[in-house]
Each structure stands twice: as C-alpha cells, then as structure tokens.
C-alpha cells in the first residue's frame, strides 16, 4: 500500500526521496532565477508527448533546449541511461555548434514543456550576467555524474541498478509524484537488462513495501527502496 504521507508536500516529497540520492544542482538552481528567465525569454516553448525525443545523438548540435516541465531521460549507445533531467535544467550544451554531433538521445519520461533556443543565445545571456564560470562547474558536474553513473552501474547488482533508476526518477518530478512514467521494458533498455530480469527485481521490491503494488511503478517506500539501491539513508 502507497505510503502518502512520505510524499505529502513538495518539501517533504523532496526530503523523503532526494536525500538519498545526491546528483547535480540544476541549472536554474544554479544560476538564479533572473538568469533563468532571460535564458526562456530568447526561446521557443516546445511541447514533447511522452516518449517524445528532443535530442537524438549523432544528429548535429547548436541548440539546447531549457526544461520547465516534465523528466526528461539521457541515453547514449543504444538506449543505456546516462542520468535523468527534470524541470530547470538544461539539455544539449555539450554540442555548442552544428559541426559537433549529438552524443547523446534526451527522450520525455512524460508530457514535457521545453524552450529550444541556440547555443548562441546562451552564450550571450550567460555573457551578460557573468554567469559563464557558474555554468561552467555545472557541465564539468554533468560530465562527472555521468560519469559515475556509469561507473556505479557496472559494480551494482541487477536489483540495485532498478532500485536507483526509480529513485533517480521520482527525485526530478514536479512537485509531489511517487510514479515512475517508464514500463518494465523501458527500464529494461535503459539498464540494458533483460525484461524478465527487471520483473523479477520489481516483485521483490513490491513485496519489500519499496514500491507499491499494482499494474505500475510507483514509490511507496523511499527509505526501503534506498536500502534496495545499495544507499546510506541521510
């Protein structure tokens, strides 16, 4: 049975889920909320339907896209997840012009809202608040966190890395949203595990309380399924 009192509030949602799993500070976090405003200013709101794909790797850069609603998933080779994105990040930016490819596929986890606007126009909005340096830790952190995801993945057992994904994407929700929008199948591609796989690792995690029963995923104990996920509760 769902716990909703863990999920009861934004604040308390975000203390109940977020503390156990650390991550990047997004992007308007970071820069503040007048640099965010004038970075939508200079963009073109798109709206993407779930599994909608904003960024397909390989395909050529020069554009980001700034997230102000939704989760968004970053895959690269196939489909293997590299890290989820929600409301006030930034996506896009390691490939600031048209002659540097895509090194990655960002795909809505749900109905998403998105401003697509140049590189160039970020740049130019970054220049005029000296936010450059502050933008720039943050894609070294990107880098890094991905980095480490990878890195985490490869030594986890099969029913720690389903245990963290869930985590990872309820953490970036909207407000108050213990539902994971992704089938077995699609966590399976992006763990690049087998389906059967990831329903064996998913009824156990019902049977534990760490996630709720019914046909879908959803969280109905942060705390046990940290413990799942192999994390120290904070």
Known sequence: MLRSREFRGGERRRRSVGRYVGGVQNFRALVGAAVWSSVL???????FARAGVLLREGEPGGHVFAVVRGRVLITADGGLVLSVRGSGDVVGELAPSVSIPRTATVVALERCTAYRLATTALDGVLGRYRACGAVRDYLRAKLVDAADQQVRSARLSSSARVARLLLEVVAVADGVDPRVPLSQEAVG??????????????????????????????????????????????
């Open 41 to 47: 200013a200079v963009g073109v709101p798109r709206e």
């Open 189 to 234: 591609r992006a763990l690049g595990m087998a389906r059967s796989t990831v329903a064996e690792q998913v009824a156990a995690l019902r049977r534990s309380g760490a996630l709720a029963a019914g046909p879908r995923l959803v969280v109905g104990d942060p705390g046990a399924l940290a413990s799942a996920a192999g994390l120290p509760a904070r």
